[in-house]
């Protein structure tokens, strides 16, 4: 039986990687197939500058979309994949080797997701987590100063200047078409139960019939 497809998307620092975390740990690998649109960033040297130089990679075309689309329409039609893991041009981290296995539902999560021509369409379910704006630069803050690395004046030079106009052209327009919106403002938990309680029972209802 074809895969249910899942699409997640959102704002940077909205809280899509907790969120997909999280939803990871309440399945099985036999279950859920989660692909982040992430692990498909073009290298450096293919990213587009801005007028002062520095470097894009908030833009649909920051990505490589068609291995994106190739590896989801592999694992519709039941085949494994491995890819390289993308490390954020860390030179300190060392790459995984990331393996999918075909499961009866399938997760794409990403910036993008919502936006991609040839992926938009293979969604079963369109799932916008949405979180204010103050808080979404304070979460991106974070995660780039500390956990990356980043200094401070990079993290909100890129914010005001890639991250926001991007997400006001290619991201927010599309909430209006998702079937979910999960409001991140405090937490996700109520947002993460429902959708959870409704692949479960999905899951479920596959098993019936087979």
């Not at 895969?3 to 907790?18: A, C, E, Q, Y």
């Not at 009866?104 to 936006?115: M, N, Q, T």
């Amino acid at each position: 039986m074809k895969p249910f497809v899942i699409g997640i998307s959102g704002g940077s620092g909205s809280g899509k990687t907790s969120f997909i975390r999280q939803l990871r740990e309440r399945f099985s690998v036999e279950e859920l197939c989660i692909v982040s649109q992430d692990d498909y960033y073009l290298p450096r040297d293919q990213q587009h500058k801005d007028q002062n130089n520095e470097y894009n990679f908030d833009l649909p075309k920051s990505f490589d979309k068609k291995k994106f689309r190739t590896d989801v329409e592999r694992l519709l039609a039941g085949e494994t994949i491995t890819i390289e893991e993308y490390t954020f041009n860390n030179p300190d981290a060392k790459p995984r080797i990331l393996t999918f296995v075909p499961a009866p539902v399938l997760v794409i999560e990403g910036l993008f997701v919502l936006h991609f021509k040839k992926i938009a369409p293979l969604l079963d379910l369109k799932v916008f987590i949405n979180a204010k704006e103050n808080l979404k630069i304070i979460r991106r803050i974070m995660r780039d100063q500390v956990e990356r690395g980043y200094p401070l004046d990079d993290v909100l030079y890129k914010y005001q200047h890639h991250v926001l106009p991007s997400y006001e052209r290619y991201i927010q327009p599309y909430k209006d078409e998702a079937d979910i919106i999960i409001n991140n403002n405090k937490d996700f938990q109520s947002g993460l139960d429902v959708l959870s309680g409704f692949l479960k029972s999905k899951l479920q209802d596959r098993v019936f019939r087979d």
